[in-house]
């Protein structure tokens, strides 16, 4: 299989940036609905008469969700949230009380998604000016039963199968799962609340955390603990900064903490990657100093807009060059999470 994980790592450079378009290979069923999308409300429903043809409004303590595929699935949907508002409640505590709910719009298929008006390449996105976030069915929901395999036998390998079934085989493995993209926008959402301002968040924190929040496993705890299991590793994001760290090809840190959105968004495959795999580091190191300064910065940002001046206190008294040199050789050990599952570490606990 050395030909595969090769191709595959190569595959996911390319396709970094469109991670949550990865569904799109796949062939989608039109729209069923002759509602004409682009004229929906955006945002809250305050009335039935919102409410289009064919679509229901389910909601919950804190979310509203708008479904074009029915209630059982806005409900798993709500559920699902309402287990990741806690994970970010709990996780970074706001200090002030929430009092409207958010916005959540399920389309039926990616043809509906586009249909709506999707920025090119998303595969779910958070809109603050519209004030919703807005994903699709991608049929592959993290909260479904594992289907066995047949067990006839292994598979073929390098002996004699297929390149090209082996490699759809691994594609699939990488399909967006609606409720992780979902935990990933949700983020967004809270934490777009949680600094109030609209001043530009680096994108290291704010995607990195997204992708962070996208393996979240919910669970049911007692007391205060955070419901949920933090720290499995992203299956998209770890090949595609190994390679990049082994090529020399990734930002250094100290540039990363620095760049804008749109330097981030010019080398999306590697930045994302990256980004995700900072805060991984910065939280699941071992090293309580890292993860206070994630923790601090956080923080920071609720009341201070100076980003530079934000990043220095965060990260003060932090030597950025051997962080580095620490987070490459931490990163390249880690194993594929069907190889070396995530461990939930200090990122499970409670902060202040």
Same mark, same amino acid.
């Given at each position: 299989?050395?030909?595969?994980?090769?191709?595959?790592?190569?595959?996911?450079?390319?396709?970094?940036?469109?991670?949550?378009?990865?569904?799109?290979?796949?062939?989608?069923?039109?729209?069923?609905?002759?509602? %004409?999308?682009?004229?929906?409300?955006?945002?809250?429903?305050?009335?039935?008469?919102?409410?289009?043809?064919?679509?229901?409004?389910?909601?919950?303590?804190?979310?509203?969700?708008?479904? $074009?595929?029915?209630?059982?699935?806005?409900?798993?949907?709500?559920?699902?949230?309402?287990?990741?508002?806690?994970?970010?409640?709990?996780?970074?505590?706001?200090?002030?009380?929430?009092?409207?709910?958010?916005?959540?719009?399920?389309?039926?298929?990616?043809?509906?998604?586009? /249909?709506?008006?999707?920025?090119?390449? /998303?595969?779910?996105?958070?809109?603050? *000016?519209?004030?919703?976030?807005?994903?699709?069915?991608?049929?592959?929901?993290?909260?479904?039963?594992? *289907?066995?395999?047949?067990?006839?036998?292994?598979?073929?390998?390098?002996?004699?199968?297929?390149?090209?079934?082996? $490699?759809?085989?691994?594609?699939?493995?990488?399909?967006?799962?609606?409720?992780? /993209?979902?935990?990933?926008?949700?983020?967004?959402?809270?934490?777009?609340?949680?600094?109030?301002?609209?001043?530009?968040?680096?994108?290291?924190?704010?995607?990195?955390?997204?992708?962070?929040?996208?393996?979240?496993?919910?669970?049911?705890?007692?007391?205060?603990?955070?419901?949920?299991?933090?720290?499995?590793?992203?299956?998209?994001?770890?090949?595609?900064?190994?390679?990049?760290?082994?090529?020399?090809?990734?930002?250094?840190?100290?540039?990363?903490?620095?760049?804008?959105?749109?330097?981030?968004?010019?080398?999306?495959?590697?930045?994302?990657?990256?980004?995700?795999?900072?805060?991984?580091?910065?939280?699941?190191?071992?090293?309580?100093?890292?993860?206070?300064?994630? %923790?601090?910065?956080?923080?920071?940002?609720?009341?201070?807009? %100076?980003?530079? /001046?934000?990043?220095?206190?965060?990260?003060?008294?932090?030597?950025?060059?051997?962080?580095?040199?620490?987070?490459?050789?931490?990163?390249?050990?880690?194993? $594929?999470?069907?190889?070396?599952?995530?461990?939930?570490?200090?990122?499970?606990?409670?902060?202040?």
């Amino acid at each position: 299989m050395t030909h595969l994980r090769t191709a595959r790592v190569a595959l996911l450079a390319l396709l970094g940036p469109l991670v949550l378009s990865i569904p799109a290979l796949a062939q989608t069923p039109a729209a069923p609905s002759t509602v %004409n999308l682009r004229k929906i409300k955006r945002g809250p429903w305050n009335t039935k008469a919102d409410i289009p043809k064919g679509w229901i409004r389910h909601r919950t303590q804190h979310y509203e969700v708008q479904s $074009m595929c029915g209630k059982e699935k806005a409900v798993r949907l709500g559920n699902h949230m309402e287990a990741m508002f806690k994970v970010y409640w709990r996780r970074f505590p706001p200090g002030k009380p929430f009092t409207k709910r958010y916005t959540i719009k399920l389309l039926a298929n990616r043809g509906a998604f586009r /249909a709506y008006g999707a920025p090119p390449g /998303a595969g779910a996105y958070y809109s603050p *000016v519209d004030r919703e976030m807005v994903c699709y069915d991608t049929g592959k929901w993290l909260d479904d039963q594992p *289907v066995e395999g047949p067990k006839t036998g292994k598979p073929k390998t390098d002996g004699g199968g297929d390149p090209m079934e082996e $490699m759809k085989r691994e594609l699939e493995r990488y399909k967006m799962d609606i409720l992780g /993209a979902a935990s990933h926008e949700g983020w967004h959402q809270y934490f777009h609340w949680y600094i109030v301002s609209w001043v530009p968040i680096p994108s290291w924190i704010n995607e990195g955390m997204g992708d962070y929040f996208y393996t979240a496993q919910p669970r049911k705890v007692k007391g205060r603990s955070i419901p949920a299991e933090l720290g499995r590793l992203n299956e998209l994001r770890l090949p595609v900064v190994q390679w990049a760290v082994k090529n020399n090809r990734h930002v250094p840190i100290k540039e990363l903490l620095k760049y804008s959105q749109r330097e981030y968004y010019s080398n999306p495959s590697i930045c994302y990657a990256e980004g995700w795999a900072l805060c991984q580091f910065l939280l699941h190191s071992g090293n309580r100093k890292y993860e206070a300064a994630l %923790n601090r910065f956080i923080k920071l940002v609720q009341d201070d807009t %100076n980003m530079p /001046a934000v990043t220095k206190k965060a990260f003060h008294g932090i030597d950025l060059d051997q962080l580095e040199a620490e987070w490459k050789a931490w990163i390249t050990k880690l194993g $594929m999470p069907a190889e070396k599952p995530g461990k939930p570490g200090a990122g499970d606990k409670k902060r202040s």
